[in-house]
């Protein structure tokens, strides 16, 4: 299909969710990670380490902060890359990807990580740029080389639509790649995609 896609002038970009997992919280089915090493692929409540945290909303949230589980992430996006041939990945709830102890932090291990292996070098990374845990929207806040969707886009856009006064400069800031946003450290207009 990829093959078919790509000789079609399509590319093909996955939609992938390494955020959380269907096992849902402490009271969930045991279905894989939490069978193999609860405490290494899930982020914990430091004050009860039987309960999870849940910057997801689905009841637990996967510990991008720990080597065993980057390793498994990125072995996961080069199996993609390097047999199947997509074109890059959609993160869902990205924020969670770079959390750390302290929140997120745009330079995490992980991040530079991705970047590290010559095989997603230069796949697309597209973030929403969001999750529902403390500190949790990140827009504008990822590393360079990473596209996020842009909600101030899809919001100011249907603002206009709907007719609320005084939009039309925010527009057109939108409309001109919202650098507002994007623009520290050297970013591109590119880098805001419309969510």
Known sequence: MIRALHA???EV??????NHTAEGNELGPLLSLRGIDNSVYYRLMQNDPRHYENATGCGNTVNCEHPQVRALIIECLKYWVEEMHVDGFRFDLATVLGREANGFNENSPLFRALRAEASLAYVKLIAEPWDVGWGGYQLGRFPAG?????DRYRDTVRAFW???GGKLG???????????????NGRKPTAGSIS
Not at 13 to 18: A, C, M, P, Q, R
């Open 8 to 10: 079609a002038g399509i």
């Open 170 to 184: 925010e527009l057109a800031e939108r409309f001109a790649g919202s650098s507002d946003v994007f623009r520290h």
């Open 13 to 18: 970009i996955l939609d992938v969710v390494f």
């Open 162 to 164: 709907r007719g609320d």
């Open 146 to 150: 990473w596209s996020e969707w842009n």
